[in-house]
T-cell receptor, first 108, second 113 residues
């Protein structure tokens, strides 16, 4: 079993839908990082959070440290949100443990 | 903005060739990382460096070596490329202290034939 699990692995949504991607981890962490990877490979940082909730535009990330769970929400989804979303648990020093990603496709 | 650049976006090499992948960051970050990314496996750490000339093995160092002669530059070397090293290679950098967010380069898609 991976130390960082994401669900779902694949997700197809219609434009305008509310989307939730989940990340569960089994290790102690200092913070959790949400990343976005578009086709072509480049990875962009979305959020880094260690408690509570963060919001940026249509993206919201939450974390529950006690339950070892984080969610990434996309409101009013758009085709340009189509990407792979990756969560990564930061356990201190340099070590990141990555989930395998959720592939999101938003249809117009 | 932090900028992490990689020397090539796409690379095709033959089995047995020596391959150099270079990464440069412009934010004076102490930490630099090399990952490979394969379908279904996520990102796996090959090597990381926390200072010039310092390196630490990651989870999958076999078949790779690294070099960090200057703070801003971190090179990944495949001494004798093999087909199972066909992958996407991603470089990242971060500050040493604190909750250090990683910044990624655009990736190099390496094909070994």
């Amino acid at each position: 079993k991976n130390e960082v699990e994401q669900s779902p692995q694949n997700l197809t949504a219609q434009e305008g839908e509310f989307i939730t991607i989940n990340c569960s981890y089994s290790v102690g962490i200092s913070a959790l990082h949400w990343l976005q990877q578009h086709p072509g490979g480049g990875i962009v940082s979305l959020f880094m959070l260690s408690s509570g909730k963060k919001k940026h535009g249509r993206l919201i990330a939450t974390i529950n440290i006690q339950e070892k769970h984080s969610s990434l929400h996309i409101t009013a989804s758009h085709p340009r949100d189509s990407a792979v979303y990756i969560c990564a648990a930061f356990s201190g020093t340099y070590k990141y443990i990555f989930g395998t990603g959720t592939r999101l496709k938003v249809l117009a | 903005d932090v900028k992490v650049t990689q020397s090539s976006r796409y690379l095709v090499k033959r089995t047995g060739e020596k391959v150099f992948l270079e990464c440069v960051q412009d934010m004076d970050h102490e930490n630099m990382f090399w990952y490979r990314q394969d379908p279904g496996l996520g990102l796996r750490l090959i090597y990381f460096s926390y200072d010039v000339k310092m390196k630490e093995k990651g989870d999958i160092p076999e078949g790779y070596s690294v070099s960090r002669e200057k703070k801003e530059r971190f090179s990944l070397i495949l001494e004798s490329a093999s087909t199972n090293q066909t992958s996407m290679y991603l470089c990242a950098s971060s500050f040493l202290a604190g909750v250090n967010e990683q910044y990624f380069g655009p990736g190099t898609r390496l094909t070994v034939t």
